[in-house]
């Protein structure tokens, strides 16, 4: 059984940055994409970034140039380095790997943007 664990979320100043990462526990062997998605309190889950196997990366046009998506594939970890944030990146992140016959999904994160 695979369980994906997020960490690093909290509360942040607009303008201030957050690192969460997600890290797998128990045995991938092969994941494809990974991604970041996030919702925010009446609001549809939407999706944040993504890194492709080959470490091409794309973004959400809210988040392109204040967010960077990565990952350790030794580790089986994903990294969303965020900056420049603003209040209405509040919301919970989760994150998302794309395996051969599924996807899994992270429990949740709350990143909360306040002055």
């Known amino acids: 059984q695979v369980q994906l664990v997020e960490s690093g979320g909290g509360l942040v100043q607009p303008g201030g940055s957050l690192r969460l990462s997600c890290a797998a526990a128990?045995?991938?062997?092969?994941?494809?994409?990974m991604a970041w998605h996030r919702q925010a309190p009446g609001k549809q889950r939407e999706w944040v970034a993504t890194?492709?196997?080959?470490?091409?990366?794309m973004y959400a046009d809210a988040v392109k140039g204040r967010f960077t998506i990565s990952r350790d594939n030794t580790k089986n970890m994903l990294m969303l380095q965020m900056s420049s944030l603003k209040p209405e990146d509040t919301a919970v992140y989760y994150c998302?790997?794309?395996?051969?016959?599924?996807?899994?999904w992270g429990q949740g994160t709350q990143v909360t943007v306040s002055s």
């Open positions: 998302y790997f794309n395996v051969d016959f599924g996807h899994y």
């Open positions: 890194v492709t196997a080959g470490g091409n990366t």
């Open positions: 128990g045995t991938i062997f092969r994941i494809n994409a």
